[in-house]
């Protein structure tokens, strides 16, 4: 396939926020179980579309799960540890975000980031916009249901950036960015090794982080993607961010896992998933692979097929960690 230019994506993905320096800082410590949690917070630019419609600043300072193999696990010579961002998933659980995937509440199929620290890797876990602490107030929710209250929210946000002339896409991507900023600037992260994990929705937005932002050197997609001409012909409604306007007038979604080589990407995906049709996860690894092939790198991309549903069970999280490692770990012999 010809790869669509990288501006005739962004191009559709509309406009993003502007950076903002990095600036964060740590509220508290506590271990658990051989793994230190450190909740950060951090600055993020600019504020929601509806701080922005009241006039209320122009800027955001979120908070994250930081998670680390606690000190008395590692020798001192271990040297800086890779890092990774977990993003969490959808799943309509918009009171859930960076704890599910911390291990702190939820399903613990969805703990991967907590797995991931006790394996070695300093893990940040963020909210996405419209979950955790990222939704509006309860007395906001509460009065303005219609519109502010988990799935209508993440509707009017879409609607708003769209008028806006971004997407709610672009802001994922943006915020994603901005998470990626602060593990790398970590004390013993070694900002050459970052990889991200997602599974679900946050499989999705690890294939688009990764596809804009190159210091993502590993991608680990769960259950994540699939053609959208293949996912619209099964009437699948999903997430928001995955409208990204025109986009099919440019590329389906291979377009953009291609145009992740040659860095490693992996896609996990259950055989009988009824969200991403099997038939386009197929034809996205087949460009992804021909892609690969032409950059010289076609050990660092595979699909990896399991006969389950829309599932991140423990054996397809252990094909997950073993890519992780390869890639991170073994760059640092």
Not at 179 to 202: E, M, T
Not at 269 to 274: F, L
């Amino acid at each position: 396939m010809i790869l669509p230019t990288r501006d005739a994506i962004l191009d559709c993905l509309g406009q993003f926020p502007p950076s903002v320096a990095v600036h964060w800082s740590a509220e508290g410590r506590e271990e658990r179980d051989g793994v230190e949690y450190t909740r950060i917070r951090y600055d993020l630019a600019p504020a929601p579309p509806l701080a922005q419609s009241r006039g209320q600043g122009t800027g955001e300072r979120v908070t994250a799960w930081l998670l680390r193999p606690a000190d008395e696990g590692r020798a001192a010579s271990d040297g800086p540890l890779p890092g990774v961002l977990a993003i969490h998933p959808h799943a309509g659980q918009y009171h859930l975000g960076k704890s599910e995937t911390a291990g702190v509440t939820g399903n613990p199929d969805w703990h991967y980031g907590l797995e991931l620290a006790r394996r070695g890797y300093t893990v940040l876990c963020p909210d996405l916009l419209g979950f955790e602490d990222r939704r509006p107030p309860a007395e906001q929710r509460a009065a303005h249901s219609g519109a502010l209250e988990d799935r209508s929210y993440e509707l009017w946000l879409g609607k708003v950036l769209a008028v806006q002339g971004s997407s709610l896409q672009a802001r994922y991507i943006s915020d994603l960015s901005r998470a990626l900023d602060v593990l790398a600037d970590q004390p013993g992260v070694d900002a050459d090794r970052l990889g991200c994990i997602g599974h679900s929705g946050g499989g999705q937005e690890t294939l688009w982080l990764a596809w804009y932002d190159e210091r993502v050197k590993v991608a680990v997609s769960a259950g994540g993607v699939s053609l959208l001409s293949v996912i619209i012909a099964n009437s699948i409604n999903h997430m928001m961010a995955m409208w990204v306007p025109r986009l099919l007038t440019v590329c389906d979604l291979d377009g953009v896992v291609a145009g992740i080589a040659p860095r490693a990407c992996l896609l996990t995906h259950g055989e009988s998933d009824p969200i991403f049709p099997l038939e386009g996860v197929r034809h996205i690894a087949s460009a992804a692979e021909a892609a690969y092939q032409d950059r010289g790198a076609p050990d660092c991309f595979a699909l990896r097929i399991f006969p389950v549903g829309h599932l991140f069970p423990p054996d397809m999280r252990e094909v997950a960690y073993q890519w992780l490692d390869r890639w991170l770990k073994a760059s640092a012999d």
